[in-house]
């Protein structure tokens, strides 16, 4: 059962599936898996039963595992935008109380540390990953993929002011739903208004891509040649020394595909820009 989601596969000619549909959702339903997923509270807990997942456990690790792993500063702006209350620096936890709660998920199994090209990184265990409801395999850290890494979770900040509600689906999930099929795999989606033109086609999405170095244009035609269905548009998050390099590049390529698809290329914030919006839990 995956937390805080209705998933209604989104139908593409000939009976396939690609993305799932993203109903609206609230935190407060993922309470439901963290219930399912604890001991009855009906009897006293044994002293050493270990601590019980809450809603925000569920939450925070699922969206970590969606993006593989995590920094500490990104987790801090996770939690801060999951906490009930203020908190002492705007829509981002205390450094103590992240440690604190990662220390918990650790005494717990759900989740462990790696201190890897100078920061610490939490990746969620197997039993993490079912507790989000998740069936990803532990991905095994990869050093020349972390700063990408996390340059994607920091743009999901940036467009996902509420972790999990906003309908983000993750490279992860597009590579399971891709299934044996040949199209490119993007670093995410969002759902995105149906072009007027379209006939039939009652969803569309926007993939969205980090590119923290210049590709060749073979290799950026090829992206774009086999995006998957439905995809209205593309944005691009780039360094700013990269910018107008990727601009002209892609203006090229897209005029050679007769103007599809719709494609911008965004400056990639930086996580201390990233807006500090918090929801309840």
Request: a positive charge; hydrophobic letters at 45%.
């Amino acid at each position: 059962m995956a937390a805080g989601r209705q998933l209604d596969a989104l139908r593409m000619p000939g009976g396939g599936a690609w993305l799932p549909r993203f109903a609206t959702s609230s935190i407060r339903a993922v309470a439901l898996v963290a219930e399912m997923l604890t001991p009855p509270v009906s009897q006293a807990r044994p002293w050493d039963a270990g601590p019980e997942a809450t809603a925000r456990d569920v939450v925070a690790l699922r969206w970590i595992a969606q993006q593989y792993t995590a920094r500490l500063d990104v987790l801090a702006a996770v939690f801060g935008r999951l906490s009930p209350a203020a908190t002492q620096r705007a829509g981002l936890l205390g450094d103590r109380t992240v440690r604190q709660r990662v220390e918990r998920w650790e005494a717990a199994g759900w989740a462990e540390r790696r201190r890897l090209l100078g920061h610490t990184w939490v990746l969620p265990t197997r039993a993490g990953l079912r507790l989000g409801g998740l069936e990803f395999d532990p991905w095994t850290p990869a050093l020349d993929r972390l700063d990408h890494h996390h340059a994607v979770a920091v743009v999901r900040l940036a467009r996902e002011p509420i972790p999990g509600q906003d309908g983000w689906v993750s490279e992860r999930e597009l590579w399971r739903r891709r299934g044996k099929a040949s199209w490119h795999l993007a670093d995410g989606a969002l759902p995105a208004p149906v072009p007027a033109g379209w006939q039939g086609i009652d969803q569309a999405w926007e993939l969205v891509e980090v590119e923290l170095h210049q590709k060749a244009r073979r290799r950026v035609l090829a992206a774009l040649r086999t995006r998957p269905p439905h995809t209205a548009r593309i944005t691009y998050y780039v360094p700013a020394a990269l910018h107008s390099a990727l601009s002209a590049q892609l203006a090229g390529v897209v005029r050679e595909l007769g103007g599809r698809p719709e494609v911008a290329v965004e400056p990639l914030p930086n996580l201390a820009d990233v807006p500090t919006k918090r929801g309840a839990a």
